[in-house]
């Protein structure tokens, strides 16, 4: 029986990436929709091209040099044998069955591309489809805001859907001569959404149709962003007047309160501030002095609050209870999101441990409580204060610091993770880049561990690939300004004519 959808995953290295993606889209096998999964792989250099024999229901086809996001869509659409595409970045995975949902929307006969719901691995929102702002740029809808709220879980018609997990109605998408080429890894797929709308064909943001999303994840993902984003608007400039604008607030200057004297803490808090300042927002400690207003970016300001009281408008990271810690709103709204640890890439290089390869290492760390013959890694030794050597592998029984901020540094180290199956640690590590298992069965985690080298790269490979990317300091710094915007204006709204 021919599929009802077809599902296209460009590839470029990250095998691992491609691998998680590829065992959740299994896991619907059973769903209401059948489908078949091509991989096409742009000249990876990594495993995949061995590794993909694990997964024998996926047709692969490989390229000899990297035909970049748009072409290996192109292609992939070419040989695929349903009349509906999803093309599905290999850093996405579905959350539960999202394959229905979209096939669905192409029931309405005007529909030519369908997008989901994007999710960070924390849930939040990443994109609830795109809407372009007032200055005629486009933006991930709700980035950074809590997934609970009506705009996300609401479909609609939209402007623009992100190709991440954008499904084409086939004939439509190859009779327009699909994505357009000449645009590298960047604004193809808003150029396509209106091509689309250009010929009165409907662009939908399917809500119910859920991904998590890595962001960005292939090398090298904006390395053309601006000539791409210098063709785009060279294009449709013209026609992107006439598009409904969404208007969300902004921010300039950010006063920054510290409650705390936590050595972790206060380094995460300067990490975070060095990434904020290079998106150009400038920071004062404490509260804007009147002289500054002359400058319009202080007259914009809003207050960061590190473990200190609260102040309007602003944001508040801390931790509330048992849980783990949160960025709160105050000011024109309330919303209420996790906090993103992020350790900057020179914290890496002075890290005082790093891992061993040797066989005959038998060194273990620990952090967060006791282990027994396990050498604790302290504050000292993680900011580089004092240098402690050489480690097998490092468990992890409980957070460093209220934010993680230790953990993640060990991680992006590439010190192989063992840790304790808790819901602070569960937000850290994946169980696929790290061991994560109960108490009970630490032990013989660390034992095989030290015996296994090639684990102990492996895994140590995987926690710094996936920390770097989840934990850095650019993604830190966007998800506080978009909560700062909120508690200045509050929730984005349409301005006119809505997405």
């Given amino acids: 029986m021919a599929p009802q959808l077809s599902i296209v995953i460009p590839v470029y290295d990250n095998w691992w990436l491609t691998s998680r993606c590829l065992r959740e889209l299994e896991r619907l096998r059973e769903a209401s929709v059948t489908f078949e999964t091509i991989v096409v792989d742009n000249a990876s250099g990594d495993e995949t091209p061995q590794a993909i024999a694990e997964f024998p229901s996926v047709r692969y086809l490989r390229h000899e040099r990297n035909l970049n996001f748009a072409g290996a869509c192109n292609a992939g659409a070419r040989i695929a044998d349903a009349p509906i595409v999803l093309l599905l970045n290999n850093d996405a995975y579905p959350l539960g069955d999202a394959l229905g949902p979209l096939v669905r929307a192409f029931e309405r006969d005007d529909v030519a591309i369908a997008g989901g719901a994007l999710f960070f691995e924390d849930g939040v929102t990443q994109a609830a489809g795109l809407a372009v702002l007032p200055n005629l740029h486009w933006h991930y809808y709700f980035r950074n805001l809590p997934a609970t709220l009506d705009a996300v879980q609401r479909s609609r018609d939209s402007a623009g859907v992100s190709g991440a997990a954008m499904a084409l109605r086939r004939s439509w998408f190859l009779q327009n001569d699909g994505f357009d080429e000449s645009f590298v890894n960047g604004f193809e797929d808003v150029d396509l959404c209106l091509r689309a709308r250009e010929q009165q064909r409907a662009v939908l943001y399917v809500a119910e149709a859920r991904f998590a999303h890595y962001e960005a994840a292939s090398a090298g993902r904006f390395a053309r962003e601006a000539e791409n984003e210098r063709r785009f608007y060279e294009r449709w400039r013209q026609h992107m ?107 890496v290089e002075r890290l005082g441990v790093a891992r061993s390869d040797d066989p005959a290492c038998g060194r273990v760390g620990v952090v967060g409580g006791d282990f027994p013959g396990a050498i604790a890694i302290t504050p000292e030794i993680i900011l580089g204060e004092r240098h402690a050597g050489d480690f097998a592998c490092i468990v992890h029984l409980g957070l460093t610091d209220p934010v993680g901020f230790g953990n993640v540094l060990l991680a992006m180290g590439g010190l192989p993770v063992i840790a304790l199956a808790t819901a602070p640690l569960r937000a850290i590590f994946a169980p696929d880049v790290a061991v994560v298992c109960e108490r009970a069965a630490i032990a013989d985690a660390v034992v095989s561990m030290v015996r296994d080298v090639a684990g102990r790269r492996r895994y140590g490979m995987l926690a710094a690939a996936d920390a770097a ?31």
Avoid: K, N
């Fill in 241 to 347: 007047i006439s598009l409904p604008r969404v208007c969300r607030g902004d921010v300039g200057a950010i006063a920054v309160r510290c409650g705390i004297s936590d050595p972790l803490l206060v380094a995460a808090l300067a990490d975070l501030e060095a990434a904020l300042r290079a998106f150009g927002h400038p920071l004062v400690r404490d509260a804007v002095a009147p002289w500054r207003r002359i400058d319009r970016r202080f007259r914009r300001a809003a207050t960061l609050s590190w473990f200190a009281d609260r102040a309007t408008p602003g944001v508040a990271i801390e931790v509330r209870g048992t849980s783990s810690a949160s960025i709160r709103t105050s000011g024109a709204v309330t919303l209420e999101v996790p906090f993103l640890p992020c350790a900057a890439a020179q914290r």
């Fill in 469 to 499: 990317r989840r934990f850095s300091p650019r993604r830190s710094a966007i998800r506080v300004v978009d909560l700062l915007c909120a508690a200045r204006f509050g929730l984005e709204r349409a301005d006119y004519g809505g997405p």
